[in-house]
């Protein structure tokens, strides 16, 4: 069993960060230069020149090509080796790996595994961050753990009530009982809390200016491996939506994971909040940003402990699950036979 699962759609990045030149990430193990031709192409390759290893993310973007900033061998975005300087013929050889890359709303997908594959799988649906009605902020963080670390911290949100206190966390969020349950046939691990009567933490009063008592759902859709989203509601105690669907008295927010693997003990998380209130404030916008940004340090600073904890320890070791650890024992055992395959 290898320690990624290859054969998935994974965030790399974000468009914004090709804007003015390549850029190098290392994804579930392999260093690859992302970068967009001057026809706005984009292009993931093997993030080393054929001839001497040099990263080709260190040289030159000229027109739809790479130029190492070595020796000079240049790359169309397929990966083949189009030029080499002073000879005009080469190996048919000189190509370097190509990798399936989509570009879907602000996040660049990445395809590791299988090129053959990457053609039958669609990118999994992520509306919010691309459709009209919805604004969002993003940004992203590297951790030094591996990355099912990440998604027992994802799938079990009760960690909000200490971990994330004063944020987006009250005691009432590891107090209420959860449901998992998986859909197989469309690959997805959900997670539902649905709290009623309780306290609305700062990041939903503040940016909503919702007051008094509320009923706050966590409906949690993870499709393994990468994408994780979180449905939020906040409304008033009691409303409830109408029969059609709609719900015009309470505020929805999307938080949005990539966990993508960059090694086997270091994970990149993007993540993204969207919302469907207030989309023409800005101070809701910084506000959000600077709330978002704070949560994450919080699990990336305990994350990078317990991988530290987890690495340091030789041989059997007690983990207990209790019941709030349901979805995520789901997740991972999705995850495990995915890697098996
Ligand atoms: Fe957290």
Known sequence: MGPFVTNAWYVAGWGTEVASGPLARTICGDPIVFFRGESGSLAALADRCVHRRYPLSLGLVKGDTIECGYHGFTYDCSGMCVSVPGQSKFPSTARVKSYPVVEQGPWIWVWIGDPDKASS???????????????????????????????????????????????????????????????????????????????????????????????????????????????????????????????????????????????????????????????????????????????????????????KVIASESGQVQELSIKIDTGGLVARNVLKKMRER
């Not at 030094?144 to 079990?156: E, K």
């Not at 700062?202 to 919702?210: D, V």
């Not at 469907?276 to 994450?296: K, R, Y």
């Open 121 to 307: 799988t669609e990118v999994p649906k992520h509306p919010w961050l691309y459709d009209v009605g919805w604004r969002w902020i993003g940004n992203h963080a590297s951790i030094n753990c591996r990355s099912g670390l990440l998604v027992d911290n994802l799938m079990d949100l009760s960690h909000e009530s200490y971990l994330h206190a004063g944020y987006i966390g009250t005691p009432e969020v590891a107090q209420t009982p959860i449901d998992s349950s998986i859909d197989d046939k469309a690959g997805i691990v959900r997670v539902n809390r649905h709290m009623h009567n309780v306290e609305c933490p700062p990041f939903y009063s503040k940016s909503s200016g919702i007051s008094g008592r509320i009923d706050r759902w966590q409906d949690i859709e993870y499709r393994p491996p990468c994408l994780y989203v979180l449905h939020s509601r906040i409304a008033p105690t009691g409303v409830l939506p109408n029969s059609d669907g709609s719900d015009p008295d309470a505020i929805h927010m999307k938080i949005l994971y990539g966990v993508t693997p960059e090694t086997e003990n270091s994970t990149w998380n993007f993540y993204a909040v969207a919302r469907d209130f207030s989309l023409s404030d800005d101070w809701v916008s910084e506000f959000l940003t600077e709330m978002q940004d704070a949560v994450v340090k919080q699990d990336v600073d305990a994350l990078n402990v317990l991988e």
